[in-house]
Structures are given as structure tokens and as C-alpha cells.
């Protein structure tokens, strides 16, 4: 069979050059495809070079800030805005322990799966705005170019950054984290490590990806359940008796979770790996984007 040789049309180049990217990379770059489509447009005033709109003068507005050239063809003053194009630098992290590498069912991705993707699809849209990123645990310093994204994917892959909650070192003051995981572990314990985040003024954001199956416990009947991390196992004669108890129980750690955050000016999301991953992307690139300063 003949070569077909080097690609010639830049469709058949950007083909090939797909072929080679993570399968990861991919569908996080459709899911950020999608959701910057609904943040488009979504500008804010700020210092910056890119001319925005011009508003009326009002009192305590600098006279420096007054456009003489549009105001002089109306009687009114007129100030001149640009866009705000301060960039920040943002580090995230996926918690990789063998928790997360669970699913109740086939056609649900694996929490660890959801979490990656999310990850790196906030990255893309952190990007696309200027901003720098990096993976906690890496050592990788931030970075915007457009080969950053590609880098993080593969360490992903290859199991890169570390599985335990990362520590603050390596991340200057007021810098911004998002750390992503299933946040099983007792609140006191995330909240210990967050006030480690906070005590050097970096803010940040918890992103709870769980099972469906972990928040309804759908289970009926004889059901032995199996740690994942050296808990053990347990038989439960008639799983569906523990449902009540069960969801008490988690609404008292998503609300210690949530306090947790609240308590060092950090923000709490919860997300279901069978909903779209869309939804999840939305509320935190808002919420970054929100960040004071801004």
C-alpha cells in the first residue's frame, strides 16, 4: 500500500495532527468548545489596552479618563473603557486515588475520568482567556502557550500529579486553585489542608465529583460493599433498610464540605458524573472569572 504522504490540505493537517492527541484532550476541548460559546461576549471594564465602549462622565470619574475627541461631538462628557486584561494564574489538581477510578455502571465514566476532563477543559478555557495554568504536584510552572494544554494532558495520562491533597508550596500569594476529587475524606481533613491554602491568601474552589450511585445508594437486597482503599468489606442483608440513614449522612458531609469552603472565603460545587460535564464547567468558569479583583 502506497504512503499517502504528508498532509496537504489544512483539513488532512489538522486531521493528523488530531490522531495524536490524547482521546482525554479531545473531549475536553469539545466540552470548552461548548461552554465558551455561552460565556462569548461576557466582557468586563478594566485596565487594558483593548477599547471597549465609551459611558457617560460621572462625578469622581478622573478628569484623565475624559475622551475629549467623543465628547467633543456632543454636549455631554464622555469617558472612554477598556477591557480588563490583567491575567491570573491558575493551578488545579485531580485527586487520582483508587476511589476515584470507580463507576456503578459501564456507561458512566469513572470519577477520576470526570474529573480529568473537567480539569483540562477549564484549563482550555483559561487559555483561550490569557491565563496561565498549571497541575499541582508537578512542578510545571504556569504557563498560556499553545502547547500547555497538550503537556498537561499526558502528564494526566501517565499518571501525573500527586493523589493526596496537595500542599499550598509553590503557589505564590492570592494566586487561585481548584482542586477536584470526591472529597470523601472527613470535612475536618479537607478543611485542614484548605486553611493551609488560605493562611497564604490563595483562593479556591472544591469541585465534589461523585457516582450517582454514592448520592442515592439505588442498591436492594444482599449487597456486599467493598473499600477501595483498604477499607474492607461490608455485607448489608437489605441494602435498601440503610437508604434513609444513608442520605443523612451525606447531606451532613456535603454541608461540612460546604462550611469547610465558606469558612476561608472558598466556594463548594457538586457534580454527578451522569450529568453533563457542561453544566459543572459553566458554574466554575464563572465563578473564577467572579473572583475579587476582577
Given at each position: 500500500?502506497?504512503?499517502?504522504?504528508?498532509?496537504?490540505?489544512?483539513?488532512?493537517?489538522?486531521?493528523?495532527?488530531?490522531?495524536?492527541?490524547?482521546?482525554?484532550?479531545?473531549?475536553?476541548?469539545?466540552?470548552?468548545?461548548?461552554?465558551?460559546?455561552?460565556?462569548?461576549?461576557?466582557?468586563?471594564?478594566?485596565?487594558?489596552?483593548?477599547?471597549?465602549?465609551?459611558?457617560?462622565?460621572?462625578?469622581?470619574?478622573?478628569?484623565?479618563?475624559?475622551?475629549?475627541?467623543r465628547s467633543a461631538r456632543s454636549d455631554r462628557l464622555f469617558v472612554r473603557q477598556t477591557e480588563w486584561e490583567a491575567a491570573q494564574s491558575v493551578w488545579l489538581w485531580r485527586d487520582g486515588s483508587p476511589s476515584m477510578a470507580w463507576r456503578s455502571r459501564e456507561t458512566l465514566p469513572t470519577k477520576r475520568e470526570r474529573a480529568e476532563l473537567l480539569v483540562l477543559a477549564l484549563m482550555s478555557l483559561m487559555i483561550r482567556a490569557g491565563e496561565r495554568v498549571?497541575?499541582?504536584?508537578?512542578?510545571?510552572?504556569?504557563?498560556?502557550?499553545?502547547?500547555?494544554?497538550?503537556?498537561?494532558?499526558?502528564?494526566?495520562?501517565?499518571?501525573?500529579?500527586?493523589?493526596?491533597?496537595?500542599?499550598?508550596?509553590?503557589?505564590?500569594?492570592?494566586?487561585?486553585?481548584?482542586?477536584?476529587?470526591?472529597?470523601?475524606?472527613?470535612?475536618?481533613?479537607?478543611?485542614?489542608?484548605?486553611?493551609?491554602?488560605?493562611?497564604?491568601?490563595?483562593?479556591?474552589?472544591?469541585?465534589?465529583?461523585?457516582?450517582?450511585?454514592?448520592?442515592?445508594?439505588?442498591?436492594?437486597?444482599?449487597?456486599?460493599?467493598?473499600?477501595?482503599?483498604?477499607?474492607?468489606?461490608?455485607?448489608?442483608?437489605?441494602?435498601?433498610?440503610?437508604?434513609?440513614?444513608?442520605?443523612?449522612?451525606?447531606?451532613?458531609?456535603?454541608?461540612?464540605?460546604?462550611?469547610?469552603?465558606?469558612?476561608?472565603?472558598?466556594?463548594?460545587?457538586?457534580?454527578?458524573?451522569?450529568?453533563?460535564?457542561?453544566?459543572?464547567?459553566?458554574?466554575?468558569?464563572?465563578?473564577?472569572?467572579?473572583?475579587?479583583?476582577?
Open positions: 500500500m502506497r504512503d499517502a504522504g504528508p498532509p496537504r490540505t489544512p483539513r488532512q493537517r489538522a486531521e493528523r495532527a488530531a490522531t495524536g492527541l490524547p482521546p482525554l484532550l479531545l473531549a475536553a476541548e469539545r466540552v470548552a468548545a461548548t461552554v465558551a460559546q455561552g460565556v462569548h461576549g461576557r466582557r468586563r471594564v478594566g485596565p487594558g489596552e483593548t477599547f471597549w465602549q465609551y459611558r457617560e462622565y460621572t462625578a469622581g470619574d478622573p478628569a484623565a479618563s475624559i475622551d475629549w475627541r498549571s497541575l499541582l504536584g508537578t512542578g510545571a510552572a504556569p504557563s498560556a502557550d499553545q502547547g500547555t494544554l497538550a503537556r498537561m494532558a499526558l502528564m494526566l495520562e501517565r499518571g501525573g500529579a500527586t493523589d493526596d491533597l496537595p500542599e499550598p508550596g509553590g503557589v505564590p500569594r492570592y494566586g487561585q486553585v481548584v482542586l477536584v476529587g470526591d472529597f470523601l475524606a472527613e470535612p475536618e481533613a479537607v478543611l485542614e489542608r484548605v486553611r493551609a491554602f488560605a493562611g497564604r491568601a490563595v483562593g479556591g474552589h472544591l469541585v465534589q465529583v461523585l457516582d450517582p450511585a454514592e448520592e442515592d445508594l439505588p442498591y436492594r437486597g444482599r449487597v456486599r460493599f467493598q473499600g477501595l482503599e483498604g477499607e474492607g468489606s461490608w455485607l448489608a442483608p437489605r441494602a435498601e433498610t440503610l437508604r434513609a440513614a444513608y442520605d443523612t449522612r451525606m447531606a451532613a458531609h456535603r454541608d461540612g464540605l460546604t462550611a469547610a469552603a465558606q469558612r476561608v472565603g472558598w466556594q463548594f460545587t457538586r457534580h454527578r458524573t451522569d450529568r453533563p460535564p457542561e453544566t459543572a464547567l459553566l458554574a466554575l468558569h464563572t465563578a473564577l472569572q467572579a473572583r475579587p479583583g476582577r
